[in-house]
């Protein structure tokens, strides 16, 4: 069994905390295209991005869109991509029907500006992780993306992603031996964690393996649960809700219990 004691003996990554100033930024649209049915990719440049900072692949910044009454309101996207000597910062959006940066995604053109802030602040996992496990939905897609772009040759990791179709699977690109694993279900099931825990019932993290979830706040203490309940230790496990059912701008980006 790979969770013995074996696990316990392996030193868990360290998270560093790094804190940022909090900029407020109003790039230009440069690009926008439909990567799938579900998902918006929207790349930003312009020179206040000379300074951007992402120091993790699942950090977060504000993304300030107005609202059904013109207000400005404020939602959480990962930085996909950004480059600071272009000045370029790729966001993906999921486009699930309502809400109103999946509105202003569907409606945005080249040439109008985006306001954003943040990010405030990064957790960057350090240490000896020579294996990888990427449990998630939809809004988990960009932070799972950069992830695998970033992790060097020599690691493996095994991606369980969700999403509503096969034209919604993604090509994803890693220089990791990587084991791919897309489960269809509908958006409108996205708060179920039955599909995501079918998936990934089989795996048995084996000692030095790092599990990240990110999905529905429900969904993601349901699967870090089923992870502990394998003997996994905490130290290697990070699971967190990226939106929380029925409640706009809600989310739990450390699930601890």
């Known amino acids: 069994m790979p969770n013995d004691d074996t696990t316990n003996r392996i030193a868990a990554p360290r998270i560093q905390r790094v804190k940022y100033e ?25 020179d206040e991005l000379a300074d951007f900072e992402s120091a993790a692949a699942d950090d977060h910044i504000k993304v300030l869109v107005p609202g059904p009454d013109g207000a400005l309101e404020a939602r959480d996207y990962t930085p996909r991509a950004f480059d600071t000597a272009r000045r370029e910062l790729v966001i993906d959006f999921v486009d ?31 240490g000896t992780v020579p294996n990888w496990i990427f449990v998630g939905d939809e809004t988990a897609l960009p932070a799972i993306g950069r992830f695998l772009e970033e992790l060097p040759a020599g690691t493996r990791a095994t991606v369980i992603a969700a999403v509503p179709g096969p034209a919604d699977e993604q090509k994803l690109e890693s220089a990791a031996d990587l084991d791919l694993r897309w489960i269809h279900r509908p958006l409108a099931e996205a708060a179920d964690p039955a599909p995501l825990l079918g998936a990934l019932r089989p795996l048995r993290p084996a000692p030095g393996t790092f599990v990240w979830i990110a999905a529905e706040a429900a969904v993601a203490r349901a699967l870090r649960q ?9 130290g290697w496990i990070r699971a967190a809700g990226y939106w929380v059912r029925g409640q706009a701008d809600a989310s739990d980006k450390e699930i601890l219990d």
């Not at 909090?22 to 312009?46: D, N, S, Y």
């Open 22 to 46: 909090i900029r407020r930024r109003e790039p230009v649209i440069a690009e926008v295209a439909h990567l799938t049915p579900h998902m918006i990719r929207v790349t930003l440049r312009g």
């Open 226 to 234: 089923h992870v502990l309940g394998l003997g996994h230790p905490p």
């Open 96 to 126: 699930h029907g309502d809400g109103p940066a999946s509105g202003w995604a569907r409606k945005a053109r080249a040439g109008e500006t985006l306001k954003i802030a943040g990010p405030r602040g990064s957790r960057v996992i350090s």
